[in-house]
């Protein structure tokens, strides 16, 4: 288990490294970020001297040096827009889009799993098809229409959900984040669901789960005690790597619903072209994603100890 968590934490290693040096090469290519800083009616002065202020007089190689050096003493820079630095404006954002996305992931575990199972056992009958084409459904509609459609209908017109905001309370930040966790975990449940329902079916035709039937088992022990064990395999796999989705959805849904995370931040950044948080964006959830498929590839190896020799 050492040497294959030793592989794993190695190769996070280099894959922060490159996406650390794409990112900051392809910021480069986005934008004049003096117009952001400076503004419409700065003089050629007022320009020049930010420039200089912030390296970028200096050569792409020499300000690479500059990031890296700050990254080594995890300096993020400071954001153009905030004024503030930009480890600090993450730190501050981060635990409402922590809730949210455990919200999320618990919906989508939770919903996707039922739905999947239910339409295993029920394998050949008209119930399948429905949930099929359910998760079709799914899958296929894009975050910012079903959030829109979702903040319209049951928070506006139905009354069920704050129509948006964070709230004031733990409890009430709660209440604030069921609708936006249901419209971002929308796509992962119907997802986790036909994974469930393909990998569940598929166990379910095995020879130990026919030889667990022939001992008398009913249906119901068949399924969770033989079937779903082995068929959450790739389950948990899917929920480590849909980290990055989640944070790529956020964006979107966090601006619909007025939620004040990472994903609002990255909107209002991108559309303020504000450089050293767009990075430090990148960067942080490109760490999130290697730690939730860190943490899925040993709970992949301690369900199936066959993993930990690969």
């Known amino acids: 288990m050492i040497r294959f968590l030793g592989r794993r934490l190695l190769w996070a290693v280099f894959i922060l490294w490159f996406v650390s040096t794409v990112t900051f090469f392809g910021s480069l290519r986005i934008g004049d970020?003096?117009?952001?800083?400076?503004?419409?009616?700065?003089?050629a002065r007022d320009r020049a001297y930010i420039r200089t202020f912030y390296h970028l007089d200096r050569p792409?190689?020499?300000?690479y040096g500059y990031y890296l050096r700050g990254?080594?003493?995890?300096?993020?820079?400071k954001s153009f827009r905030y004024r503030r630095p930009v480890a600090s404006l993450i730190a501050e954002?981060?635990?409402?889009?922590?809730?949210?996305?455990?919200m999320t992931l618990m919906f989508q575990f939770v919903v996707g799993v039922l739905v999947g199972t239910w339409a295993a056992a029920r394998r050949g009958h008209r119930d399948e098809s429905l949930v099929l084409g359910a998760t079709f459904v799914g899958i296929s509609t894009p975050t910012f229409l079903s959030g829109k459609l979702f903040l319209i209908v049951l928070a506006?017109?139905?009354g069920w959900f704050p129509i948006g905001g964070y709230g004031a309370g733990f409890l009430d930040h709660v209440r604030h984040g069921v609708l936006p966790a249901i419209v971002l975990g929308?796509?992962?449940?119907?997802?986790?669901?036909?994974?469930?329902r393909n990998e569940l079916s598929e166990v379910l035709q095995s020879d130990f789960v026919r030889t667990a039937r022939a001992k008398g088992l009913g249906p119901v022990a068949v399924v969770l005690r033989h079937g779903l064990?082995?068929?959450?395999?790739?389950?948990?796999?899917?929920?480590?790597?849909?980290?990055?989705?989640l944070f790529g959805g956020a964006i979107v849904t966090e601006a619909i619903f007025a939620w004040p995370g990472l994903g609002r931040l990255a909107f209002e950044s991108i559309v303020g072209l504000d450089v050293p948080v767009i990075m430090g964006l990148v960067l942080f959830s490109s760490t999130g994603i290697l730690v939730g498929s860190l943490f899925a590839d040993l709970a992949y190896a301690s369900l199936d100890p066959r993993i930990r020799r690969a």
Request: glycine share 12%.
């Open 33 to 43: 970020p003096v117009a952001t800083l400076a503004g419409p009616h700065a003089s």
């Open 60 to 63: 792409a190689v020499v300000q």
């Open 71 to 77: 990254l080594s003493r995890g300096d993020l820079g």
């Open 93 to 102: 954002r981060f635990p409402r889009t922590l809730l949210l996305g455990s």
């Open 156 to 158: 506006y017109r139905l």
């Open 186 to 196: 929308l796509l992962g449940t119907a997802y986790e669901a036909r994974l469930v």
């Open 229 to 245: 064990r082995n068929a959450l395999l790739p389950v948990v796999t899917s929920l480590g790597l849909s980290l990055g989705s």
